[in-house]
């Protein structure tokens, strides 16, 4: 059919944000597996939702076992899974939504194509920064001994980097704060 890749929504992105008393965004956590991006992710979830917010969290182990479950972890297929999940939330924050995104996404070249798609003021990059020794220590998947075990390739911050972001609009040095501290974070650079 001719002309879809032009159809547009007839509700402005202003009639949403009024509708749903904020306008739609995108909150990016990224950090190394076992930092905390799930567990901070849920906890901001919770908090926004009992403020009446329309929230809603995409995790990283979820969407890998569906819309990206047939990727691998090459830098390639890591990179199509950021553009998919970024993509996904793209939509969802134009719907209105305030999606919070937890995901590894180790390369700082895909968290910033997404940023770049998304209207200026509409993506928060949270770098959730804590430590390896940390992540290893919290790991209860035991996925960082097997990647030091030469198990799992590509493994990010053993065998395949993590490139943390120059300057995010949140930083949690999770060794150091409490979930609420880090969910009281987020929510003040939302405001």
Same mark, same amino acid.
Request: charge should be negative; include cysteine; proline fraction near 5%.
């Given at each position: 059919?001719?002309?879809? &890749?032009?159809?547009?929504?007839?509700?402005?992105?202003? &009639? /949403?944000?009024? @509708?749903? $008393?904020?306008?739609?965004?995108?909150?990016?956590?990224?950090?190394?597996?076992? !930092?905390?991006?799930?567990?901070?992710?849920? =906890?901001?979830?919770?908090?926004?939702?009992? !403020?009446?917010?329309?929230? +809603?969290?995409?995790?990283?182990?979820?969407?890998?076992?569906? %819309?990206?479950?047939?990727? $691998?972890?090459?830098?390639?297929?890591? =990179?199509?899974?950021? /553009? /998919?999940?970024?993509?996904? =939330?793209?939509?969802?924050?134009? !719907?209105? %939504?305030?999606?919070?995104?937890?995901?590894?996404?180790?390369?700082?070249?895909?968290?910033?194509?997404?940023?770049?798609?998304?209207?200026?003021? @509409?993506?928060?990059?949270?770098?959730?920064?804590?430590? %390896?020794?940390?992540?290893?220590?919290?790991? *209860?998947?035991?996925? +960082?001994?097997?990647?030091?075990? $030469?198990? #799992? *390739?590509?493994?990010?911050?053993?065998?395949?980097? +993590?490139?943390?972001?120059?300057?995010?609009?949140?930083? %949690?040095?999770?060794?150091? #704060?409490?979930?609420?501290?880090?969910? &009281? /974070?987020? !929510?003040?650079? #939302? *405001?």
């Amino acid at each position: 059919m001719a002309g879809l &890749d032009q159809v547009k929504s007839k509700i402005s992105h202003q &009639d /949403r944000s009024k @509708r749903f $008393g904020h306008p739609g965004r995108i909150i990016w956590l990224t950090g190394l597996s076992g !930092a905390g991006k799930s567990t901070i992710a849920m =906890a901001l979830e919770r908090r926004l939702f009992d !403020a009446g917010q329309n929230v +809603y969290v995409l995790d990283g182990d979820i969407v890998r076992g569906g %819309l990206c479950a047939d990727l $691998g972890f090459s830098s390639d297929d890591r =990179a199509e899974n950021i /553009r /998919r999940i970024g993509e996904v =939330a793209r939509i969802m924050a134009d !719907a209105g %939504l305030l999606v919070i995104v937890a995901f590894i996404s180790p390369f700082r070249a895909d968290r910033d194509r997404v940023r770049d798609g998304m209207p200026a003021g @509409r993506f928060t990059e949270v770098h959730v920064s804590t430590p %390896l020794e940390i992540c290893e220590q919290r790991d *209860t998947k035991g996925l +960082y001994a097997k990647a030091r075990a $030469g198990e #799992l *390739t590509d493994f990010t911050g053993i065998s395949s980097p +993590y490139e943390p972001p120059p300057s995010p609009e949140v930083t %949690l040095p999770t060794e150091q #704060l409490t979930v609420d501290d880090c969910v &009281d /974070r987020i !929510a003040a650079a #939302l *405001t």
